[in-house]
């Protein structure tokens, strides 16, 4: 048998242009548990806000003026809920974290994801640092006041 030689070469250039796909960096979200939940090609903080909870807007259909933004989320589905707004109900399909069941998001058609026009990703669920809780986590919460217990 003959002798195979293969030879190949690694060629860059540091004055090349970059691509499209280079420069569309992806952002990765994690639960506060550390569990990844979201690849998304926008920063959370740049997406507009809904008025009556904070959560974030993710827009998952294409409309007639605006396009889809690209995400993976990795969470399961639970049971819908019917939330009281004024002015009346919402009926929400809700994801939770696959590890902890920490509630990270909703849309308002039935699963799967991205079967709506809207994802909605609940503000301080999800921290791009690993294992670290977002800042927003506890805004609106009050503070506790715990008496002070006496040790003996």
Known sequence: MPKVVSRSAVSSSTDARPTASAAAALRVYYCICGEFILVIEKSLSALPKRQTDGATIIRCQDSGTENAIVLKLNAIST??????????????????????????????????????????????????????????????????????????
């Open 79 to 152: 049971d819908p809920v019917l939330v009281e707004r004024p002015g009346g109900h919402e009926r929400q399909f809700r994801f939770s974290c696959p590890r902890c069941n920490l509630l990270v998001g909703y849309q308002s058609t039935p699963p799967p994801v991205k079967s709506g026009p809207y994802l909605y990703i609940l503000r301080g669920a999800l921290t791009q640092m690993q294992g670290q809780v977002p800042k927003d986590a506890f805004d609106g919460e009050a503070a506790l006041d715990l008496p002070e217990t006496e040790t003996q």
